[in-house]
């Protein structure tokens, strides 16, 4: 290994500067562009941009050089397009002057022979049509409009910069132009490697400024790293194995690119799919245990597994694994927006949606083993999944711990068939306590899935579908001492009437119960959501009450055809028998099954 100070004139005694196929797209945005701009724009002050990491490949006399880059593509890419920039934006008179030290640059012959200039930086899969593009511009191929909208980060970086260049005089430009080319100007520290250095170790010790790698770019590259050592001389065929299984799966199209980017929250932390992907495939494999490490140690502990890969075909077959779990992952781990119209016949839909709302990703490696070992048993993978949704519903209204479920789901990979004995393993009589004592966000889950499973079952309803969109509302509300004033006379577990303070009490502890709560389209007026139950029911006139927020069958037909009926009264007795009503219907989406 050897590191010296180099200015950015270094690239034209480089052959083809080769970014390796698998490393992860250009990711600069404007807050770098613009701090990159700001700081070189500054005559007064001298500049250190960083460094790059660069492996000289072996090659026979007389042949072109090739050095790859393992670390600072962002910045090359980047102070390579300002270059162009700067040329682009120059008048035609200067442009003239300009042509060969640009070309010197850029571009490089393989053969002194050869008529054809090639781009120097060869870019990586996913930005090599947009960086060939730019570069060429004006030289050998059409211009850009740097006016246009652009989605890809390389031609939005062209853009920017030509924009800004052109506020500037022609003066500014000449000499940011000259101060990229001066050969004093050494403001890279250039580590060059050898065939004998661990690219791997030295890139993981010095990555430590720009846009950091993910946990997925880290993996990536250590796992292709891998396999263009295994397949030694053969560049090709790594290439194409990269196309078919990584690229192909994540990387395929835009689309692909913003599934895998997008977060989903799992617990307390925004993770994106790809991590969350990643992480349930270790958990599958075993070297990824949660009761031991943290998710710090996700991308480690993958390089130490990659490491053991000593032949070609374990590799190919490690690829191909990842390649196969990313598949069934997009097609069956749901993710949910506002629009999302949820049905009760889609069993798959409601798992998700119940763990999601519950923020529990605990299961996620789980589903996934699920789903790819009972793929040609649909039946058995329904009943598999259905049990989980029993095991973390039911476990939730008894309000049993969550903290063991990393163990838990341990046990469910290496034995299915257990989640079903765990879901009966809480009591019905737990199950049944849980509906008076329930949180507001569970109470809306619990009330949404049993208005679905009754629309399921009866015809007379408009739709199947709904979205979750609706406001919890407790018809007794929670200040009630104002409104509220006519307490029913009570007896205690022993016949006792009791004291009004006991009465009290028990009114508190009814308005939490399941039976006192619906679901309403709308939030009820905050100063009407204390009113007596008639004023609340119709409203005031001015303020609309719950039956104009009554869509749902657990409102309107559970609360409102009652009053509408000539029942105007609503009370602690009122309550326990809807949550005893309420019960039963939980014990058909929740109940034991044998």
Request: proline residues 2%; charged residues 30%; glycine residues 4%.
């Amino acid at each position: 290994m050897d590191a010296k100070a180099k200015s950015f004139t270094f690239l034209s005694n480089e052959g083809q500067v080769t970014i390796p196929f698998f490393q992860r797209g250009y990711v600069w945005d404007e807050d770098n562009w613009s701090d990159l701009l700001t700081d070189l724009l500054n005559s007064t002050k001298s500049h250190f941009l960083g460094s790059l990491i660069l492996k000289q490949q072996r090659s026979t006399t007389g042949e072109p050089k090739n050095v790859t880059v393992i670390d600072g593509q962002q910045r090359l890419t980047t102070l390579s397009i300002l270059l162009k920039a700067l040329f682009d934006t120059f008048p035609e008179s200067i442009r003239e002057h300009t042509t060969i030290p640009l070309r010197n640059h850029l571009f490089f012959k393989q053969y002194q022979t050869d008529a054809e200039y090639r781009v120097r930086i060869k870019h990586s899969h996913a930005d090599e049509q947009a960086y060939t593009t730019v570069i060429r511009a004006n030289l050998e191929g059409p211009g850009i409009d740097a006016d246009a909208d652009a989605t890809n980060r390389i031609v939005q970086c062209y853009n920017y910069f030509c924009r800004q260049l052109r506020a500037r005089s022609d003066d500014e430009r000449k000499r940011l132009f000259n101060r990229l080319l001066d050969q004093d100007q050494r403001m890279l520290v250039v580590i060059d490697l050898t065939e004998e250095d661990d690219e791997q170790t030295i890139f993981d010790t010095t990555n430590t400024s720009g846009v950091r790698l993910s946990c997925a770019d880290i993996i990536k590259n250590a796992l292709f790293q891998r396999a263009i050592q295994l397949l030694a001389g053969k560049p090709d065929e790594a290439v194409a194995l990269y196309q078919r299984t990584w690229a192909h799966v994540f990387l395929s199209d835009d689309d692909a690119v913003a599934y895998w980017e997008t977060k989903r929250l799992t617990g307390r932390l925004q993770r994106d799919n790809i991590e969350v992907l990643l992480h349930s495939i270790a958990v599958i494999k075993g070297f990824y245990d949660p009761d031991k490490h943290q998710l710090s140690d996700l991308s480690k502990l993958y390089k130490e597994q990659i490491a053991k890969l000593s032949t070609l075909n374990e590799a190919v077959a490690f690829v191909k694994e990842i390649h196969h779990y990313g598949e069934l992952y997009r097609e069956n781990i749901l993710s949910f927006d506002d629009s999302t119209a949820f049905s009760y016949a889609d069993y798959r839909q409601r798992l998700f949606h119940i763990l999601d709302v519950l923020q529990v990703s605990t299961f996620h490696p789980f589903i996934l083993f699920a789903i790819k070992e009972f793929k040609n048993d649909a039946a058995k993978c329904e009943r598999i999944l259905s049990s989980l949704e029993r095991f973390v519903m039911r476990r939730m209204l008894a309000k049993q711990e969550t903290k063991n479920y990393n163990k838990i789901c341990k046990d469910f990979i290496n034995n299915p068939d257990s989640v079903i004995a765990e879901a009966n393993n809480t009591k019905d009589e737990e199950v049944s306590n849980g509906l008076t004592a329930i949180a507001n966000k569970n109470a809306a889950l619990v009330l949404f899935w049993v208005e679905l499973l009754r629309r399921s079952q009866d015809r007379k309803y408009d739709g199947t579908e709904l979205k979750f969109d609706y406001s919890l509302e407790h018809i007794m509300p929670q200040k009630w001492e104002e409104h509220w004033k006519n307490i029913p006379m009570k007896h205690d577990a022993a016949g006792n009437i009791m004291e009004q303070q006991e009465a009290k009490k028990d009114r508190y502890d009814k308005v939490y119960w399941l039976g006192n709560m619906t679901l309403l389209t709308s939030s009820l007026n905050s100063a009407l959501r204390n009113y007596a139950f008639q004023k609340k029911m119709s409203g005031d006139g001015r303020k609309k009450g719950v039956k104009s927020y009554a869509s749902l069958s657990v409102t309107k037909d559970d609360i409102v055809a009652p009053y509408e009926s000539g029942d105007m009264e609503w009370d602690e007795n009122k309550i326990i028998a809807r949550t005893a009503a309420l019960g039963k219907e939980v014990s058909q989406l929740w109940g034991t099954v044998e």
